[in-house]
């Protein structure tokens, strides 16, 4: 190989010449600089580069303010410019052409670039971080449209940038002027009607969401993946594996995200980790510039562009994706260290039209506060019981934020994630059964950062909650179509889990002042309104299904154990009326701003983590 900074580094005993070989093959591999090898798989500390470069001679350049000539830097290739880890920026007074790069003492990249363009070159010391930041402002506008509007382009029926169509909004708002005119006419009967169909709805929906729990709760009788099958895994069979970190302004969290992935039990040179920061968030760039141990992930830097959304930086961040699966995880995320070679052994048993395979995600902060603990009961039941439910019945299932795993190949078929809907995951679990594939379980659990403020919470189930409805109105544009793509079972799940979740939230405060108005303060109109019986159902209704959800919710302990919160089950009615109130929000953000990205705090337990507060 022709000479490069770590030659040098050997030379003067600031790198192990035994791992010379292991660079020099990751770099072949993935068709890296040597450099961007060594610094993206934790051989070499950037502060420690740093300072070797000063020693010879090289000043460190701020190529972010430097003069930049674009024809020079339009002809190349970001992919190239973002895997060797170099700049032209302009010519010098000599006739040469000065090239910003990480590796200045790169002879094979200074050969490469006389090739191109067949004049002298001259080379600069420059932070690798600020040249793939420059490199991505300046040439990823086509990948960053891409990202935005690929799914748009190629399946818009499938795309949540309308939010409603001309046939759907002519459908509600007929629908609300027929109940209108029917309150006009006949108010007694109507409302009467009404209130039976949303007292039994609400019912239904909890049933439904009971089955689905007793269903998923037949999968603890067996273990898709064991301990037998992850021994006998060779590591050189294992493919390259590809992590997604989608973060903003995640200063903090950076070092506790490197020692969470050091955890995974998965060989090094296999794990293509993409770190996706945003082009305006210097606080998490200068955090991972200041690290002063290595740090095993690639920094991909995401162009400005509206909508800002994670599945944005997440489309983005795979047209430089090499793996032949690919997860995401969060900032704050544990995952379990053998979950990756569980899921490479899942796939490899299942069929080939499997796709997904979800990973169960809990709580290392459950006992924090009562909201950690409600969270931690909604969490253990609807992962570990209502998504394996939903599995043996082969419906669509709403894949989590996190902890989900695809075939590459595949995700990028689908269309990847819609950078319009704020619920991306759960749209894309639709998606999946939509287009004819289906997503397994893998019984594996991530641990992730309950929400422990309220307003935090609020914050971040209403979008959540919006991006149900989002999911809701794009798949049922057209509900004969859907139908004969999914068949009838797969409608009725739909319909029930994605829409039935938030119209449930909708109706449950309604439902609760019927019944408070009655049952304490029972007023004499209300009995003159409804007929006895009418009154009886309703409440019946209600009173069962919080009975059922707070049974659900006790239900939830028993696979993990969490016996000390089963008490905190009977806080559900309470817990059900902030989610009514995140609802609200929700859908009145639907209609006011159906793109916009509530953010929600991070780092604010003082479990396991530090209380510093940042933003996602």
């Known amino acids: 190989m022709a000479g490069c900074a770590l030659h040098s580094m050997i030379v003067e005993n600031s790198f192990k010449e035994d791992k010379l070989k292991e660079v020099e093959s990751i770099a072949e591999t993935y068709s890296y600089a040597p450099i961007k090898a060594a610094l993206n798989f934790g051989y070499l500390v950037r502060k420690d580069y740093t300072l070797f470069l000063e020693k010879k001679g090289y000043s460190i350049l701020d190529v972010r303010n430097e003069e930049i000539d674009g024809t020079y830097i339009n002809e190349c290739d970001i992919q190239h410019l973002n895997s060797y880890l170099y700049l032209p920026l302009r010519k010098d007074t000599d006739g040469s052409l000065l090239v910003a790069a990480a590796d200045p003492l ?8 006389y090739v191109k363009f067949k004049i002298p070159i001259k080379t600069l010391a420059a932070s690798d971080l600020d040249i793939i930041w420059m490199a ?35 459908s509600i708002f007929s629908a609300i002027a027929i109940i209108l005119v029917l309150l006009v006419v006949f108010f007694v009967p109507t409302v009467t009607v009404l209130n039976l169909l949303a007292s039994v709805f609400f019912l239904f929906s909890i049933l439904f969401k009971l089955f689905l729990a007793l269903k998923g709760s037949m999968a603890e009788l067996h273990e898709p993946v064991s ?23 995640e200063d903090k969290l950076i070092r506790k995200l490197i020692w969470n992935l050091r955890s995974l039990d998965y060989p090094k040179s296999k794990l293509d980790v993409k770190l996706l920061i945003e082009e305006d968030d210097d606080k998490t760039l200068n955090a991972v510039r200041e690290l002063d141990f290595p740090a095993n992930f690639e920094v991909i830097v995401v162009p400005f562009h509206m909508p800002k959304t994670k599945p944005k930086a997440c489309n983005y961040g795979l047209f430089f994706s090499r793996g032949e699966y690919l997860t995401i995880y969060d900032a704050e995320d544990v995952p379990d260290s053998n979950q990756l070679k569980k899921v490479v052994v899942l796939f490899r048993k299942l069929p080939e039209d499997f796709v997904v395979i979800q990973g169960a995600l809990n709580y290392f902060n459950k006992n924090e506060n009562i909201l950690t603990r409600m969270f931690t009961l909604e969490y253990s039941y609807w992962f570990d019981y209502m998504l394996p439910g939903l599995e043996t019945l082969d419906v669509p299932i709403p894949l989590g934020g996190t902890s989900n795993h695809f075939k590459l190949d595949k995700l990028i078929e689908l269309g990847a994630w819609d950078p319009f809907n704020v619920t991306e995951d759960a749209d894309l679990g639709v998606r999946v059964y939509d287009k004819g594939f289906k997503i397994g379980v893998a019984n594996s659990t991530t641990l992730e950062e309950a929400n422990n403020e309220f307003f935090n919470w609020i914050r971040q189930r209403s979008r959540w909650i919006k991006g149900y409805m989002q999911t809701y109105l794009v798949h049922m544009r057209n509900p004969v179509k859907l139908i004969r793509r999914i068949g009838w079972q797969g409608f009725f799940g739909f319909n029930f889990f994605i829409g039935g979740t938030s119209f449930t939230f909708l109706l449950y405060p309604i439902l609760l002042l019927f019944f408070v108005l009655y049952l304490i303060f029972n007023f004499v109109g209300i009995r003159q309104l409804f007929p006895d019986w009418v009154l009886y159902v309703s409440i019946f209704n209600f009173i069962a299904g919080n009975v059922l959800m707070v049974y659900i919710n006790m239900l939830a302990v028993f696979k993990r154990r969490y016996y000390e919160l089963i008490l905190f089950a009977l806080l559900n009615p309470i817990y059900w009326l902030m989610h009514s109130r995140a609802a609200y929000k929700g859908l009145w953000q639907l209609i006011t701003k159906p793109f916009y990205w509530e953010k929600t705090n991070h780092g604010l337990t003082k479990v396991g983590s530090t209380t510093t507060s940042v933003t996602t």
């Not at 002879?107 to 490469?112: Q, R, V």
């Not at 301990?227 to 302004?249: H, M, Q, R, S």
């Open 106 to 113: 790169d002879e094979k990249l200074i050969n490469t670039l």
């Open 136 to 170: 991505h402002k300046l040439r990823g506008e086509f990948y960053v449209k891409e990202a935005v509007f690929s799914l748009m382009r190629k399946d818009p029926a499938s795309s949540g940038l309308t939010t409603f169509t001309n046939g759907q909004l002519i």
């Open 227 to 249: 301990k037998e099958d992850i021994a006998k895994v060779k590591n050189e069979t294992l493919p390259i594996y590809t992590i997604l970190l989608p973060v903003y302004k």
